[in-house]
């Protein structure tokens, strides 16, 4: 199914007890990705995705604050190494892609591959897709509500 949205909107992904948060890229810009090794550079289209995964649930605020982090200022993102023990307190973890593909057989912020993002179990195996104008989701697990948020719900 395809939702289409505005600049100034946000796609929201409801499971029983997390939720995905998407936003279309807008401006092409320069994704810089860190890990312990090499910085690696992406390059972000406008119709690429940033999606916020928050696979234990919570306030929908610092997930806007992180899409808007990552989409509107170009924040690098930083991945840990499989072994850290900070990724278990990650409450939130971005990706950014034209396809996206969530799993809950991840560690939280330990893949720079932009394609594949942590998820709850209620949410797994989602591909979202981004498309001229919107957002396309495949694969959406029943009892998962998908809504479109206003700019007056984001800002």
Request: hydrophobic fraction near 45%; proline fraction near 0%.
């Given at each position: 199914m395809k939702w289409?949205?505005?600049p100034d909107t946000l796609l929201l992904i409801e499971g029983q007890n997390s939720f995905l948060l998407a936003g279309r890229a807008e401006r092409p810009f320069?994704?810089?990705?860190e890990t312990t090794r090499e910085e690696l550079s992406q390059a972000v289209t406008p119709d690429d995705?940033?999606?916020v995964s928050s696979p234990e649930g919570g306030p929908l605020e610092p997930a806007i604050m992180l899409l808007d982090l990552v989409r509107k200022y170009h924040t690098p993102l930083v991945v840990l190494p499989r072994e850290h023990p900070g990724s278990k307190r990650l409450k939130l973890v971005v990706a950014v892609s034209g396809e996206i593909l969530t799993s809950c057989t991840i560690k939280r912020?330990?893949?720079p591959e932009q394609h594949l993002l942590c998820s709850s179990e209620g949410l797994d195996g989602i591909h979202i897709k981004g498309r001229e104008g919107g957002v396309v989701i495949e694969e959406l697990p029943r009892g998962i509500t998908v809504r479109i948020l206003p700019s007056g719900v984001i800002r």
């Open positions: 289409t949205l505005s320069t994704l810089h990705i995705l940033v999606v912020g330990t893949h």
